[in-house]
């Protein structure tokens, strides 16, 4: 098993062309096939967080998919935001988020907080 880092592109790729062949006829787990196929994967992985990091998602896009996914509407949101005033605020990026918000909105729906803490460009504070 003749395995290194991935140091290069020219790894990256070829790690890649191996392990596509995998994916029509995923070896069993367990085996030597197996084996090679989950490492090639993380060390494949591991390239891909280092070299195409994935940027957190905007504050108020992370709430509206949150929202989207479990039916809420902004009366939902009053708990952890405040009246619908502030909600619609919040959600027309007319108000940053605070402290206390944020807590409430990882507690509340699970949205990770390096998401919520974010700063967006384009707020504009009243």
Known sequence: MDLHPLRTEDDYRAAMR????????????????????DILLTLAEAYEAKHFPADLPDPVEAI???????????????????????VYEILNRKRPLTLAMIRKLHEGLGIPAESLIKVTADLHAP
């Open 18 to 37: 191996e392990v596509s062949a995998f994916f029509d006829n995923e070896p069993e787990p367990n085996t030597p096939e197996g084996d090679r196929f």
């Open 64 to 86: 509206k998919f949150r929202m989207e996914q479990g039916g809420l509407t902004p009366k939902d949101l009053e708990p952890m935001i405040g009246r619908m005033n502030r």
